[in-house]
């Protein structure tokens, strides 16, 4: 907010590939309690970061469409309205978990993510989370050139998918 | 943990009325974000805050049954498997929020919490927490005294609920 | 910030006697870390707790004082500047510490304060803490009824600390 | 700790060069306040991670001295017994902050490390940091190892500045 953003931080923001944002987040003492894992409220801290990378760089690669909203403070964001989560297996300190975000239903007013902690080839947590758009202070409804976006997104993953299964 | 509990902690630890566990959180610096709110994810440790209180009083209250558990290291606890939340508005800088937690399925190995963050009359957030039973460091059946504990809890709920609509 | 403070918040708030703010604060899973103690970084939480009530029951005892301020959103607050601070004991799951801030010097523009996180007897961690005051969102002058206030309390600090040396 | 540690992790990690350890860290919500800052005590998580960053580089670039303690769970770690902050500039969500750790003085039971928040060319926050070496959950003198490999490090620093300060 206070600069403009540096030039090279993919590797703290992760990417969008096939319409699936994922970024790696390491897991630090500040994460982790007495019982000697990952608090559970802390996974909600991570799959923030991986909304907010996925706003981030969908704006990035459509700058054109949120050029009108980007003069307005505090800029757009993600506002969540409701989640339901499932704890499936513990975090440890030093692991390194993948956050996945994957766009599931687009609508006017709300968008359903699809989220998950991974850890390898494990399911860690895993939610849904509906989340309005709020711009300049105030709840709106999605910029068509937003939900196109997170729409082209949403059919690769479905390409993808299709293709991962046929090539099994 | 590290010593017994202090005999007057009501002031901190709230309590258990006609079934019902309830306490009073203030929000602080540290649980808003600069969107001017409390952050989402801070509400599920308000919640653990009551969890803790809700079986800590339990506990106490129903000393002979805790007894076989006590000795074990670090103790008994509700650990989270699954929540489906609602924010229904946002809290603020300085509110006075009340966490009331009421029993509502128990079952052999798991209990279905629902809990509310209310801010006088209106209703802030709201969740369905399944949780299990944790004793000596792993997931347990829920002991008997437990189980009645919070049954009896239950009923009580119901026929409070009962008198507050027929009062009306 | 929302609405005005409840009426009845002093289990929560603590209270200032002999110029000294005390209240208490209870260690729950988000405090601590895997290492099995209170993560260093959570004493400053508990401390800027005690900052926030000291301030908000000065402004109750000397309303008038703080009456021009009052309209200004979001209000007057300390910004920590510097802090010096030792951890001398490891703080556990389930303690209930006691949070001690006490006024040490009130200059124009700043105060430093002590601030120690006690369990009973033991010391487990102190600062030295030096703020700001901010109304407005501007660092100002102290306002010289708060000033009063806070040196006000440093002669009953010093007063009652010499008759307890007396009483010895 | 719950297994090895991923192969390709710079990117989170951040390096050692010329004695010092860098890592970018990106400030989000949870980071912030709602006085629209980076809240006071999240510089602490800040540099927690530099510091445990800094230690597990050093282990990986001197594996065979850090060979006896890796056995022990939950390993080894720097505790902190004392530290000195200055806060000279507010941070906000989206900074990237560069966070420098670099060792000050190694003695044998316990290290001071100079930890700065950077952004850009500006200084954030700078903490002076005396930590102890635990190992197996006890404090501990410092390995010889691992002692030789930070002093080196301060040579290097040494070296770096004073090469620095003759291209001025």
Chains 1, 2, 3, 4 share one sequence.
Do not use: W
């Not at 909600?44 to 307005?72: C, P, V």
């Not at 599931?104 to 989220?115: D, F, P």
């Not at 989340?131 to 390409?159: D, H, N, T, Y």
């Amino acid at each position: 907010m206070s600069e403009p953003a540096p030039l090279l931080t993919g590797h703290l923001d992760g990417a969008i590939r096939d319409g699936r944002h994922t970024m790696e987040v390491r897991v630090y003492y500040e994460d982790t309690d007495f019982s000697g894992i990952v608090y559970h409220a802390n996974y909600l801290r991570f799959m923030e970061r991986g909304r907010t990378n996925y706003l981030r760089l969908l704006g990035a690669d459509h700058r054109s469409l949120f050029e009108e909203t980007q003069d307005e403070a505090p800029g757009f964001a993600f506002v969540v309205r409701s989640m339901t989560i499932e704890f499936f297996r513990p975090g440890h300190m030093n692991d390194v978990l993948e956050i996945v975000t994957t766009p599931q239903e687009v609508r006017g007013a709300s968008i359903t993510l699809l989220q998950q902690c991974r850890r390898g080839s494990d399911l860690v947590v895993e939610a849904r989370v509906r989340v309005a758009f709020v711009s300049g202070g105030k709840a709106q409804r999605i910029p068509k050139s937003l939900r196109l976006a997170m729409e082209s997104g949403r059919s690769k993953v479905g390409a993808a998918d299709a293709a991962g299964a046929r090539r099994q």
